[in-house]
Structures are given as structure tokens and as C-alpha cells.
């Protein structure tokens, strides 16, 4: 079996593992520097570091890596740890590096208007696969995302119909209105996406988060959704727009410590509170712009 083979098939099925590779050898060991094995999501294997203790101990540390997404080096000495020797005190000592093999992120941005193009580029080039979709095929189109993995022009809810967004996946929903923006975070949030953004301010977050609540959704699935989305860097333009979301995006991808802001706020029945009430009060469903993106809303 090939392992750089099973890697891609992993990556290909948006699956993960972790790659343990024997970096540094000393003395006698029960395999050989550069020998790798593959430790699959669902908890096979290919290749092998040299069986026994040492491999199970491996294994385990391939699946706390594969869940953190961070690297991480072991060392066993083989002369003194007694726990080795079930046919493993060869005498020698060994250091194996185990890395995460983790599938390509692939961005779902719903709406294809000015910010959405240029969201694709950036994400593009910050290693995101995208997948673009809209009902306007005039905006959705190969000229305008020439190198997006799907561009998808129909009905948002025949698209979200045959969608399957996995773990890895992340959404930002752009759409030119605010029931379109409702229809696919009704969606999204029930979704084991890892990252969802909806572009607007937060008087218009609030009334799509209390329509969807009043249809029975829990308030908990809103805790994960970023909105107002992006960091807040002053960004006006739709270039500098795409630039607070990918750098919003990539905060998640790579587990920043410092928290992302989000909408926990939401949480807790805050939307009974007084200032809650007060900004509902001036929401318009139909004018409101959002604050995120220059113009009006038919010009995301």
C-alpha cells in the first residue's frame, strides 16, 4: 500500500489523519529511520513504526493529533523503559514525528456580488477551495470565479439541497437580501460546518436570528455564527471587506487563542434584553444596508 496514495484519497474524501514518520534513530530499533505509518479518522492504519508498545502509543498520539491540527515529536528510549519490553528493548533509541493530514478547507460563499468576487480571490490564495452559488447567473458564472472548484446558478434552495458541507467546511452567506440570507442560515446552522459568517450589521443579525428562533430553531446552533462577519479592521471597500473575513477565516482554521468575536451575545434570552428592543425597533426589512458592505443591499 502506497501511503502518499491513502494521504490523497483521505484529502480527496475530506477525511483526516495524522502521518507518523521515524525522523531520528540510534542504536538498534525494531524498524528503520524514514519509516512511516498512517493513522486514518476512523482509527485504521497503514504503514508501521515497528508494532507493539511503541506503536500503540503512537497511535494515540496520531489521533490527539489529527483532533488539535498540530505537529508533534516523540522520543522513546528502548534501553531503560521497562514498559518496553514486549519484544522492544532493542537496545537503541528513536524519535517520530507525527504530523495532522487534514483535508483542503473548501469556503461556501452564498451570493456572487461584489464582495463574494472578491472574497474568492483572497480565499483562493490563502489555500481555501471555494464553491460559489447564487440565483443570478449573471453573477454566478465562470467569468467571474474562473478557478472555484463549482460555481453553482440556480434557486438557493435546490442548491442547498444538494449540499453536504462536512467538518472542515466554512460559510459566509452574501446574498443581495435579507430572506435569502435567512434561507440559507436557517440551513447553515444545521450544518456541521466549522466556521459560518453572515455579512450585515447587528440589528439585521438580530431580526433573522428572532424570525429563525420563532420557527423553533435553538438558540444555541446561533453561538458558532460570526455576524457582523469578518475582523473588525475599519474595512470599507469590498477588498478590504474580503480581507477582515479571510483573516477571520484563517484565525479559525488555525485555532487562534485569542478569541474570534461571534455571536455569543445572542445567547442567554439577550434578546429580551432593552438594547435588543431598542435596535429591532429601527430595523427595516427591506432598506436596511448592511454595515459591512458599502451601497445597498443588491450590491453585495
Known amino acids: 500500500m502506497d501511503?502518499?496514495?491513502?494521504?490523497?484519497?483521505?484529502?480527496?474524501?475530506?477525511?483526516?489523519?495524522?502521518?507518523?514518520?521515524?525522523?531520528?534513530?540510534?542504536?538498534?530499533?525494531?524498524?528503520?529511520?524514514?519509516a512511516k505509518m498512517l493513522v486514518r479518522d476512523d482509527g485504521s492504519i497503514a504503514g508501521?513504526?515497528?508494532?507493539?508498545?511503541?506503536?500503540?502509543?503512537?497511535?494515540?498520539?496520531?489521533?490527539?493529533?489529527?483532533d488539535a491540527e498540530k505537529p508533534r515529536t516523540l522520543s522513546f528510549d528502548l534501553n531503560q523503559d521497562p514498559k518496553y519490553d514486549t519484544g522492544l528493548v532493542c537496545g537503541g533509541t528513536l524519535e517520530i514525528f507525527v504530523e495532522p493530514v487534514l483535508p483542503q478547507p473548501t469556503l461556501y460563499i452564498f451570493g456572487a456580488g461584489h464582495v463574494a468576487r472578491e472574497l474568492y480571490k483572497t480565499a483562493a490564495q490563502a489555500g481555501f477551495d471555494v464553491i460559489v452559488a447564487d440565483d443570478r447567473e449573471m453573477y454566478a458564472n465562470r467569468e467571474r470565479f474562473?478557478?472555484?472548484?463549482?460555481?453553482?446558478?440556480?434557486?438557493?434552495?435546490?442548491?442547498?439541497?444538494?449540499?453536504?458541507?462536512?467538518?472542515?467546511?466554512?460559510?459566509?452567506?452574501?446574498?443581495?437580501g435579507h430572506r435569502d440570507d435567512m434561507r440559507v442560515l436557517r440551513w447553515a446552522v444545521q450544518t456541521p460546518a466549522r466556521?459560518?459568517?453572515m455579512i450585515g450589521s447587528r440589528r439585521k443579525a438580530i431580526a433573522i436570528f428572532r424570525n429563525l428562533t420563532a420557527e423553533g430553531l435553538s438558540p444555541e446552533l446561533f453561538?458558532?455564527?460570526?455576524?457582523?462577519?469578518g475582523l473588525d479592521i475599519g474595512a470599507e471597500s469590498p477588498e478590504e471587506i474580503a480581507v477582515s473575513i479571510v483573516a477571520e477565516l484563517i484565525g479559525v482554521r488555525?485555532?487562534?487563542?485569542?478569541?474570534?468575536?461571534?455571536?455569543?451575545?445572542?445567547?442567554?434570552?439577550?434578546?429580551?434584553?432593552?438594547?435588543?428592543q431598542n435596535e429591532l425597533a429601527v430595523v427595516s426589512d427591506d432598506t436596511e444596508s448592511c454595515s459591512a458592505c458599502p451601497g445597498s443591499a443588491d450590491e453585495k
Open 3 to 34: 501511503i502518499y496514495e491513502e494521504i490523497v484519497k483521505l484529502r480527496r474524501a475530506g477525511r483526516r489523519g495524522a502521518l507518523a514518520t521515524i525522523v531520528g534513530v540510534r542504536g538498534s530499533i525494531p524498524s528503520f529511520k524514514s
Open 48 to 66: 508501521t513504526v515497528g508494532g507493539g508498545c511503541v506503536e500503540a502509543e503512537v497511535w494515540q498520539a496520531a489521533r490527539e493529533a489529527m
Open 146 to 176: 474562473p478557478e472555484a472548484r463549482e460555481v453553482i446558478a440556480e434557486d438557493f434552495d435546490h442548491a442547498l439541497a444538494r449540499l453536504s458541507p462536512g467538518d472542515s467546511a466554512y460559510i459566509v452567506i452574501a446574498t443581495r
Open 195 to 197: 466556521y459560518i459568517g
Open 223 to 229: 453561538e458558532r455564527v460570526h455576524s457582523p462577519v
Open 254 to 276: 488555525r485555532r487562534a487563542e485569542r478569541a474570534l468575536p461571534h455571536m455569543s451575545w445572542f445567547h442567554k434570552n439577550r434578546l429580551d434584553s432593552a438594547e435588543v
